[in-house]
Every structure is written in C-alpha cells, then in structure tokens.
C-alpha cells in the first residue's frame, strides 16, 4: 500500500486509514508483496509544494471502463478477453501460506476469485477453510488507486504478459475498486438474509426463468446435457458464488449481467428466493 502518493493533507486521513487496515488485518496469515514503490516513497508526500499530485488524478482510462466486463474477468477472465487460458500456475500461487488445502495447478490459479474468493475476502472469508483455502488475503475494501490496482495486476499480478491488453486490465481495477459488494449484506452462515420471497420471485420470473425455467431446472441456452449448476443447487451451495453470478453473468455464455439493474438488496430477495427452488432433478 505505500504505492500510493498522498499530498500532505491527504497524509492524515491516510494515517487513520492505515491504522484502521491494521487493526482490521491483524491476526490474519499476510503475504506481503514488495511493492514497487516501497522503500523510498513515503516521506515524498512531505513538500506540498507540487502542484500536480498523481494520487489525485483518475486516469481517463478507469473513468472509461466498464465495470461489468471487469466483474466477468474476475470470474474467469481468459472467456472474457477470447485469449488462450494460461498453461502455468500462477507464480504467486507458491507463495500462499497455505499449501496443504488447495492443492490446484493450472489454470485454476488464475482465476481471481481461486485466490481472493467470490465474496472477495480471500482468506477472511468463505475461504477461511476447505478445499479452496489459500491464506491470501482479501481485495475487500482496498485503499489502492486506480493506477496502483493497474500497476499491480498488469505487472506484480502478471496479466499483462499472460495476454490481457491494457483496456481489459484497465476493465479490471474498475471492478475491484466499484464494482465489489459487502456479501454479509445479504448473505449470513450461508443462507441469503433477504426477507421480500415474492419480490426475490418476481426478479427471478423476469430475469432468469426464460433460461433457466420456472422452477431453475431447465438447462440453459447452449448449456451441455449434464448441466447440473442449477439455480437452487448453487444458491444453496455457494451462494457467494451466486451473488456474483447473478450481478456478472457466466463468462463465455449468453447470461447476461444484473448489476447494473438490480440493487444490492434485490439480489438478496433474489438469493432469497433461489434457494427456495430444487437443488436438482426431480
Ligand atoms: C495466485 C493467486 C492470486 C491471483 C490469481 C490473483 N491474486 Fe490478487 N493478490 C494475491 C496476493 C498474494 C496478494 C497480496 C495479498 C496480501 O498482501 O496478502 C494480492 C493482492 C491483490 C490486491 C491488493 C489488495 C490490497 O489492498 O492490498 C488486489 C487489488 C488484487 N490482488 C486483485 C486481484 C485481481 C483483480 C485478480 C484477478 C485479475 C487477482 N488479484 C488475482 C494473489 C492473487
Ligand atoms: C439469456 C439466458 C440467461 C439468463 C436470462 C440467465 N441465465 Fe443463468 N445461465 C445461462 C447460461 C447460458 C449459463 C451457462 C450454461 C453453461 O454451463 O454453459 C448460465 C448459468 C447459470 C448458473 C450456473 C453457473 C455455473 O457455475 O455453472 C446459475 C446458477 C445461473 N445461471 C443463474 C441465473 C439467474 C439467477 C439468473 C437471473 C438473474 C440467470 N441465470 C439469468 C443463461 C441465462
């Protein structure tokens, strides 16, 4: 985090929000990456006297992005951009703390939401245990800039040479800096909080029942004879997976993304009532 550059008046804030981050993280397994900017950069800010503050100009790149193509890469980002999925693991994937639970290789590691979860917490999250735990933490709540989430994901991260153009990461950064959503919102001890069942049931029949039938057991347009993610098995099995599905579509399929149209609490309602439905076949 000391990548960013904050103007001197800007330093106080900055203080209290770091303590806060450091009160908030403590206890949990860090693997801290060397920044670029570490080392040298934080007692810049103490001038004043230049006018042209980085820290403050949003690039016009970010302002252009869209939030929802970035919410879809974060799911899988190689169906997004059409390029090849990467043959590698991931080189940060060595470094989680926790090697013994998650034991994926591959393309798996590359997937955002393998090493940082679908309710976005990483390791303070759903993925505190079981087979998809890592100890990486969490893109929650970051203070990070605009450029710095850039910085980080073409370059730390390694997006840029694993084939993502400068446009998809930019699409990226908006989505973690916009685009995320506090899931314990509407999501607690994995059942969907929300209370309106006869709302949750009237966005379900005008967004989703076309595809995926009236009672979420219809396999969806272009969907393989197997398919078997139904709408009351993933709601109930991950409904953090859920959320984000509903809020940015499947990757690579016609599914189109909600965010944009449903509120925060809509999408509870609709959780709500997802997991109402059957889980699988009758
Ligand atoms: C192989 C695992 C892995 C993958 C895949 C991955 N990250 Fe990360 N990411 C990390 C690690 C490790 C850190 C450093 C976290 C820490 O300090 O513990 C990190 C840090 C971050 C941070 C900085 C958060 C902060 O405030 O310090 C952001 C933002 C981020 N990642 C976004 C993404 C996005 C977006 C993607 C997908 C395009 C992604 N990451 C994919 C491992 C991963
Ligand atoms: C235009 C058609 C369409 C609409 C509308 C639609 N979906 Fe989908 N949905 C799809 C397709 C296509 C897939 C992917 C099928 C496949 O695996 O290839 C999918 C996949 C899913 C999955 C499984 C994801 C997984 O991990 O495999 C769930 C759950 C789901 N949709 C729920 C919903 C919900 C809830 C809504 C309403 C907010 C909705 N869908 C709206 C077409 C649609």
Redesign the pocket.
Known sequence: MSEIKMSGRLVAIGMLALAVAVVGLAGCDLIVLPGPGDGGDVGDGGDGGDGGDGGDTTPAEFTAASVTRGGAMYDKWWKVAGVDAPAETHALWATRSDTESNTRTGEDTWRCKECHGWDYKGVDGAYSSGSHRTGIAGIFGTTMTPQAVFDLLKTVHGFGTAGLSDGDIWDLAKFVLEGQIDTDEIIADGLFTGTDLDGGQST?DA??S???GADGLTV?????DD?D?F?GF?SNDNPWE?QH??RYG?PG????A?AGLLTVEEVGD?GAF?QTLPTEAQ
């Not at 969806?220 to 393989?224: A, D, V």
């Not at 399929?253 to 189109?256: E, F």
């Open positions: 379900y967004s989703c076309a595809c995926h969806p347009p272009g969907g393989p398919f993610a709408v993933l859920f599905k509903v499947q399929t016609s599914m189109p909600q609709l997802s």
